[in-house]
């Protein structure tokens, strides 16, 4: 294992290292307006949001699309937000199931639909990225692979037209899952430049081979979008900072240290009861850990004259800051029952709903969202 702060072979130098820009998923704000939910992430000190287009939030099949993507992203220019679009909306596109159509069913057609809408609204509001997964394998179905591949092109054409890049999201349980699946599907797809990865830094922690920090580097040059969330080995999970078992300096290190630019966005979809505390309580997190990481950090705003609520305590347990005593994997980076987007391209932000993945897909990972 590295001592703290050592910098990587072919790393960012420390002393060119910049502030991470966090963002926060509006799915965890699903009880929000989006008007208000915006104005708590900003108020925050948030930099940016991941808006997951669904009923509540920008309905993308809801009348007058263009006039109200307009409109969000003004407000997202007043705001200072950044944003990146999500499409993991539960049941946006079918009332009784959960995430269906997919590219995999035999008729994706809604999906298709659906992502093209996504790069609309993408390059209207100036997203760094829209992002969105397979799907899991229907019941019967022998040619997934071949009709991911079909969906995939298409999209990355349509994308390239808009000029949005794409962030392909491994998701516990799906067909593609893990870091090797997309790097299949990359290839298949004839490494198109616009075709990134979106990393959920918790669903690193739940099923890849390498410690957090080493996926980090594995895909750097890949990097478009960043989910971050605390999870448990092999459970599919979305928890809060410091109720997992990941070690989050290192990560947060990493990510600076190969460049990434793009947002680094709070991604718990399951938190909209206490979203305004939940978020309070992320972005604290996420400076003291970057600050620990030896990262600058950029000043919190002043509170706004009610200030924020203080809401319940956070979870007890590790921390997840270096320094913390407490035992470590083998890995040496994640401590069990503890606790390509340029910063100078075009910026706006978020909105809401109920992104995710069936986490069941083998059975052991549960359902997260």
């Not at 997934?144 to 990355?156: M, N, Q, S």
């Not at 750097?220 to 989910?227: A, I, K, R, T």
């Not at 309070?280 to 997190?285: L, M, P």
């Not at 978020?350 to 069941?360: I, K, L, S, V, Y």
Request: aromatic residues 6%; charged residues 20%; proline residues 10%.
């Amino acid at each position: 294992m590295r001592p703290p702060h050592e910098e990587t072979p072919g790393a960012v130098p420390a002393r060119e290292l910049r502030p991470l820009r966090f963002g926060y998923g509006t799915n965890g704000f699903a009880n929000h307006r989006l008007a208000d939910a915006l104005a708590v992430v900003a108020d925050l000190g948030y930099e940016g949001v991941a808006l997951t287009l669904d009923h509540d939030h920008l309905d993308p099949f809801a009348p007058n699309l263009a006039r109200r993507t307009a409109e969000l992203a003004a407000t997202l220019d007043r705001l200072g937000l950044a944003v990146v679009v999500e499409t993991g909306a539960r049941y946006l596109l079918d009332p009784w199931q959960k995430h269906a159509p997919t590219l995999l069913h035999d008729d994706p057609v809604a999906r298709l639909d659906f992502l093209r809408r996504a790069v609309r609204v993408g390059a209207d509001l100036g997203a760094e990225a829209v992002s969105f997964w397979s799907g899991v394998t229907p019941p019967g179905v022998t040619d997934p692979w071949d009709r991911l591949i079909r969906g995939c092109a298409e999209i990355v054409e349509v994308a390239a037209e808009a000029g949005v890049p794409l962030g392909f999201e491994p998701e516990p349980g799906m067909l593609v899952e893990d870091i090797a699946g997309w790097r299949r599907l990359y290839a298949a797809l004839g490494a198109p430049p616009g075709f990134g990865i979106t990393l959920d830094i918790g669903h690193c922690r739940c099923l890849e081979p390498l410690s957090v920090p080493d996926c980090v580097r594995e895909v750097g040059d890949h990097l478009v979008n960043v989910q971050i969330d605390d999870m448990r080995r092999g459970v599919h999970e979305h928890l809060e900072f410091g109720a997992g078992e990941i070690d989050f300096p290192p990560v947060l290190r990493a990510l600076a240290e190969v460049g990434y630019a793009g947002l680094v966005a709070v991604e718990l979809p399951r938190h909209s009861h206490a979203a305004p505390a939940v978020a309070t309580r992320s972005i604290d997190f996420l400076r003291r850990a970057a600050a620990s990481a030896g990262l600058p950090v950029t000043p919190r705003p002043p509170a706004p004259p009610d200030g924020p609520p203080a809401g319940p305590a956070a979870p007890s347990g590790n921390a997840g800051l270096a320094g913390d005593a407490g035992p470590t994997t083998p890995d040496g980076q994640d401590r069990p029952g503890g606790r390509s987007a340029s910063g100078s391209g075009p910026r706006r932000g978020g909105e809401q709903a109920g992104a995710g993945a069936a986490g069941a897909g083998d059975g052991t990972r549960g359902e997260a969202r």
